[in-house]
């Protein structure tokens, strides 16, 4: 098939285009679905990739498992029909095998799946010696361990082209998100591998439409390379994640409401401006160190006085002002509460260790 070593090999190219659009349904349930579905994303002219779950994890038994292998065809059809290469989630060795022998793409491991090293393993196991791209989501906790732990097994069995996707943390009684996104575990995740993809999931976030704009535009603004989302001809009769799919068309307004924002530019008065901000910054963060610095040699010579005069380290009542006092500052200060309580209790834990030195020795 012609086109389909076409796409295979711009696939490269396709890879590194900014933002990189990965869409359509939660499932493939028939052909014509996901037939429909393919042509009308392409027709947005905005997709990249398209996206269908064959084989579907699901919480409980009895709900809807995917259509399973037989919609592999479909996917090859849709790839043929509109030259959107194809990536799927495979969970097992045999998943891995039936998606490579139909021209699968781009393979994406689950959430599910990066939990568990034995699948992972298996998954990795599968695809040794072979070249294709693998993208692999974040677990279902907020371990990023596990998530590290996938991507090092793909490497080792010689996975060359790893992404990441972000597609939130699952979490009891959260109503806000279907999976709270945890933004900062993600931060992390790609400051520790900042050469990989790194896509955002809103959709499995949001577990809802309304608010998938402002999830799209979040990840946007932190320097995403791109976006997976699901889309549907018909999202009310979705046989799985109903209410966080949309239409192609629906995607694509929103894809033109969205501020697309750039990483560098040439313009010289930005770069002096940021550069002399960041000087000032620069300087600031020195002196808090300094200022810390000297806050624990007080510590510790209070550390001193207490273990002279036999006195506990911990002294509730007086931390407890000095957290009260910080609070009504914070608040004339326009810092938030949650921020200074968290920077309140990483100084005095710092400092009952200093004291406890002290008392030690
Ligand atoms: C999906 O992409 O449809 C899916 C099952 O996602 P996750 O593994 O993030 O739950
Ligand atoms: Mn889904």
């Known amino acids: 098939m012609e086109n389909t070593e076409l796409i295979s090999s711009s696939l490269e190219k396709l890879l590194t285009k900014r933002p990189l659009i990965i869409s359509g349904p939660c499932s493939a349930e028939t052909e014509e679905q996901l037939l429909a579905t393919a042509q009308r994303l392409k027709a947005t002219g905005k997709v990249d990739m398209l996206r269908a779950g064959i084989w579907k994890p699901r919480t409980k038994p009895g709900m809807f498992e995917g259509v399973g292998k037989k919609g592999l065809p479909w996917l090859q059809q849709a790839k043929v029909l509109t030259g959107l290469p194809t990536t799927v989630e495979v969970a097992t060795a045999r998943q891995v095998e039936d998606a490579l022998a139909f021209g699968v793409d781009v393979l994406w491991v689950g959430a599910r799946s990066t939990v568990n090293p034995f699948s992972v393993q298996e998954i990795a196991d599968a695809l040794r010696g072979v070249d294709i791209p693998v993208l692999i989501k974040n677990p279902i906790n907020p371990d990023l361990e596990l998530w590290t732990g996938a991507v090092e097994r793909m490497a080792r069995v010689g996975i060359k082209r790893i992404g990441l996707i972000h597609r939130g943390f699952s979490s009891y009684g959260n109503t806000e998100y279907r999976n709270a996104p945890m933004w900062h575990l993600a931060i992390e995740m790609k400051l520790k591998y900042p050469e990989l993809l790194f896509i955002n999931d809103p959709s499995h976030i949001c577990g809802r439409r309304d608010t998938l704009l402002e999830v799209m535009q979040r990840a946007i603004d ?11 001809i018909n ?9 966080q799919q949309v239409t192609p068309e629906q995607l694509n307004e ?10 560098e530019t040439n313009s010289e008065e930005y770069h002096a401006a940021l550069e002399a901000l960041r000087q000032q910054i620069n300087h600031i963060d020195d002196e808090l160190v300094q200022m810390l610095s000297r806050r624990m040699k007080i510590s510790e010579q209070i550390g001193k006085y207490k273990k002279d005069n036999n006195i506990t380290i911990l002294q509730t009542n007086r931390w407890n002002e000095i957290i009260e006092k910080a609070l009504v500052k914070a608040d004339r200060m326009g810092l938030s509460r949650e921020f ?5 209790d990483a100084v005095h834990m710092e400092s009952i ?9």
Do not use: C
């Open 222 to 232: 932190l320097d995403y390379d791109g976006l997976m989302i699901e889309s549907h």
């Open 235 to 243: 999202p009310d009769e979705a046989w799985s994640d109903a209410k």
């Open 254 to 263: 929103m894809l033109d409401r969205i501020v697309w924002r750039k990483e």
């Open 340 to 344: 200074i309580t968290r920077y309140f």
């Open 353 to 361: 260790n200093h004291q406890k030195k002290v008392l030690d020795s």
